[in-house]
């Protein structure tokens, strides 16, 4: 008989969000593992029967066999809390409720604390406030299990609601199965074609994926750009005022590209034509929401895609980063703030290719050993097992 899993999601999909990336592809492992998933989700588009083209539009995975149960909201207002209220309703009260996997605090909350249900419970922040109260309710009780993203993040949770670790699983985040590792066949599709820039005698190219936040250090980038002319930088994702913003002050600069939000499956097309992808978190990483830091604990997802693509990567020393990354094995490791270690760091991988082919395939192999969202599904499923 099948394993049934409910899903119960805090994200807007599709989106460009992390948290909507992550429920996404984890989903998508189920799939691929024979579980009948059903997903708790904000619909983004207002056509319901356009959602599955939609979700393969913007991440490249197929959830055609997956159960939506999802309203339309173009406003993100509540999200957290109309998902919840759509959650409850259809399982709280079933009396053969399937496994339930939820990052939806409030939902959470009102079924493993109310209802006493036996529950999967995944967070991967420090909450504040009441909300804080009731992660640390749900964390207690001795039927939910939690799985966090880090070490760092479950030693810091213990340390706030006075967790035995015993009642807490670390999954870090991961990459699609299958992701080849770049070839020099791949570098030779060009840029322009993936990106429309044009093609120019650039010594390197470096690529940066992700958010324009404070703390996901993009001044190095820029820093980077000016000390080094000869040499591209791209970065991909922001939203529209950040992207616009970085473009008005960086206009003496044409080595430095910001090309705004592309797809989840373009990006890994072009992180594979790049040269070298950058890393360079600062000590305190926001997510866009005030309040929340989450340099200390943080998984990003945007490593183990690095990594799966085999391009070799420079990234910031920070202590919950070594919890994957080793520095000279499978990455370098810089301070987070000097430009001129960055710099140096390129500079090496420039005139050592050995190297940096070396660090590449280690990241890859890494990624192919531990860090897909299959391993991590069934990581998941073996928790009931």
Avoid at 30 to 35: D, F, K, M, P
Avoid at 252 to 270: A, C, E, M, T
Avoid at 308 to 328: K, T
């Amino acid at each position: 008989m099948k394993q049934k899993l409910s899903y119960v999601s805090p994200s807007s999909i599709p989106s460009s969000s992390a948290n909507s990336i992550h429920v996404v592809l984890q989903c998508a492992a189920l799939l691929s593992e024979g579980v009948d998933v059903q997903i708790f989700a904000n619909r983004s588009v207002k056509n319901k029967p356009a959602l599955i083209k939609a979700v393969f539009d913007a991440y490249g995975v197929d959830l055609g066999n997956a159960d939506f149960l999802t309203f339309y909201s173009a406003t993100r207002r509540f999200i957290n809390i109309r998902i919840a209220l759509l959650a409850i309703l259809h399982l709280a009260f079933k009396r053969n409720a399937p496994l339930v996997l939820s990052r939806n605090l409030y939902f959470s909350f009102f079924y493993a604390v109310f209802m006493g249900k036996r529950m999967l419970f995944e967070t991967h922040q420090v909450e504040h406030g009441f909300r804080k109260t009731m992660q640390r309710w749900i964390m207690k009780k001795h039927w939910v299990q939690t799985i966090v993203v880090s070490h760092k993040l479950e030693e810091i949770l213990a340390f706030e609601h006075g967790i035995a670790p015993a009642t807490t699983i670390v999954l870090h985040d991961a990459a699609p199965d299958g992701l080849p590792s770049s070839t020099k066949g791949m570098k030779d599709e060009s840029l322009t074609d993936l990106v429309g820039i044009t093609n120019e005698n650039w010594r390197a190219v470096c690529g940066y994926f992700g958010q324009l936040y404070e703390g996901r250090g993009i001044e190095i980038i820029e820093e980077m750009a000016r000390a080094r002319p000869d040499v591209l930088f791209l970065v991909f994702g922001g939203n529209r005022d950040d992207i616009v913003g970085r473009r008005n002050a960086n206009r003496d600069l044409p080595n430095i590209y910001f090309g705004g939000h592309v797809s989840h499956s373009k990006v890994q097309k072009i992180m594979k034509n790049v040269d070298f992808l950058l890393m360079p978190y600062q000590k305190k990483v926001s997510i866009g929401v005030k309040g929340h830091d989450t340099g200390r604990w943080m998984s990003p997802m945007k490593m183990f895609e690095y990594m799966a693509s085999g391009v070799p990567i420079i990234s910031s020393d920070l202590p919950v980063l070594r919890e994957i990354l080793e520095d000279e094995r499978n990455a370098i490791l810089v301070s987070p703030s000097n430009r001129d270690e960055w710099c140096d760091a390129l500079d090496r991988l420039l005139t050592n290719p050995s190297l940096a082919s070396s660090l590449g395939k280690r990241a890859h192999q890494d990624y192919l050993d531990k860090y897909t969202w299959g391993t991590r599904a069934r990581r998941i499923l073996s928790l009931v097992s």
